[in-house]
């Protein structure tokens, strides 16, 4: 009896021994399907990150490290199942780019599996998604028209716009900068054109920009400087005595009739030209001051390129206050393009005299042409 209980507990202790060893010795791998060789660390993936969406067609994958990782091997496809994966293997770094562009409007699908030294233990990532951008071949990119008389003379801000067809919505946005990033929505637009109360729209500087919406993705359009404030329109100032300045090799001037400046410039000089506005003629009459001038609203056309345009308040010889903005000219007589150039005059004391607002520009390596500018507007 005592002999066959010893056998009985002797065989129990055999098949624990052997069925240790079998699974000691097995792979031993976690639910993931990772060896697990106490070598490697889990690992998570960084960008594009999981559910991203518009992501471009050559996305640059990014992961952490596993610690103990020789190299990596990414698997990419269009189905969770990673039935005919995109394998890209011995990767050394952490980081990969695809050299052939993946397809538009398609959700993929990617991990990474990382390898030790000898290539004996491997451990993979979780899975992660996204969605690539749509085509924009042919897609009819939003482009904004602000009517700046509108809101200078009168009560609305109005414009026109053009944008894609198909696009699902319009919306017009303001920002205090140009780069809005920042926004407030201001209106939804249909119809391809607007009139909007300026009440509708914060007093002050900023910046207006149509954004259309394309299958799912928004598309921004230019974006117009605008000045919701009193504007003085200074056309009848035009035409007083000693308003028109040249230097050097310009050639200004002045159809008073209907209050334009035509300014001549040749080619392939280092030169500038301006017509000036004596401030004197302006703010005395309307019982105005220097500084609390925000900006110069005018509108221009151009037969050839346009250097530079310069706007500023000059005092004698010295321009006491500037802005430059780069032109380019519209290459016909008939086309006006507008311009609002801010003007922060805050810091400038209210002395006007010998004080002129100037607006001209540089031409250095251009060819000869004509700028014209009319509708001068100063903002307060």
Not at 5 to 30: G, Q, R, Y
Not at 78 to 106: Q, R, W
Not at 346 to 355: E, K
Request: proline share 3%; aromatic share 12%; charged share 20%.
């Amino acid at each position: 009896m005592k002999t066959q209980i010893k056998k009985t507990l002797f065989d129990v202790i055999c098949t624990a021994m052997i069925c240790s060893f079998l699974f000691c010795s097995c792979k031993n791998e976690d639910n993931n399907g990772n060896d697990d060789g106490n070598t490697l660390s889990e690992f998570a993936l960084a960008a594009p990150i999981n559910d991203a969406a518009n992501v471009g067609i050559l996305p640059h994958f990014m992961w952490y490290p596993s610690v103990n990782a020789e190299s990596y091997t990414l698997y990419l496809a269009d189905n969770e199942n990673f039935v005919n994966a995109k394998e890209y293997a011995n990767i050394l770094g952490i980081n990969f780019t695809p050299a052939a562009a993946l397809n538009h409007e398609t959700k993929y699908y990617w991990k990474v599996t990382a390898a030790d030294e000898e290539n004996n233990h491997t451990r993979t990532s979780p899975v992660f998604s996204f969605t690539t951008v749509i085509d924009l071949e042919g897609v009819v990119w939003p482009v904004l028209n602000v009517n700046h008389t509108s809101y200078l003379t009168g009560a609305y801000v109005e414009g026109t716009y053009v944008t894609d067809v198909s696009a699902t919505s319009v919306k017009l946005y303001r920002s205090e900068t140009d780069n809005f990033a920042a926004r407030q929505e201001v209106a939804t637009l249909s119809g391809g054109s607007f009139s909007i109360p300026k009440n509708q729209i914060a007093a002050g500087g900023g910046f207006l920009m149509v954004v259309s919406t394309v299958r799912g993705v928004e598309l921004e359009s230019n974006a117009e400087s605008i000045y919701i404030g009193e504007a003085l329109q200074v056309h009848d100032f035009m035409s007083v005595d000693g308003n028109i300045g040249t230097t050097n090799a310009s050639r200004i001037t002045v159809d008073v009739d209907n209050g334009t400046w035509v300014i001549n410039y040749e080619e392939n000089e280092n030169w500038n030209g301006y017509g000036r506005i004596w401030l004197s003629s302006v703010l005395d009459n309307n019982e105005k001051s220097i500084s609390s001038i925000k900006g110069v609203y005018y509108k221009y056309r151009s037969v050839n390129d346009v250097n530079q345009m310069v706007t500023y308040i000059r005092e004698n010889t010295n321009p006491v206050l500037f802005n430059i903005s780069n032109i380019v000219g519209t290459g016909s007589e008939e086309i006006w393009s507008d311009v609002f150039q801010p003007l922060d005059c805050s810091g400038l004391d209210n002395n006007i005299d010998g004080r002129r607002l100037s607006i001209g520009l540089t031409n250095i390596g251009k060819p000869a042409g004509t700028l014209y500018v009319r509708d001068l507007y100063i903002v307060f």
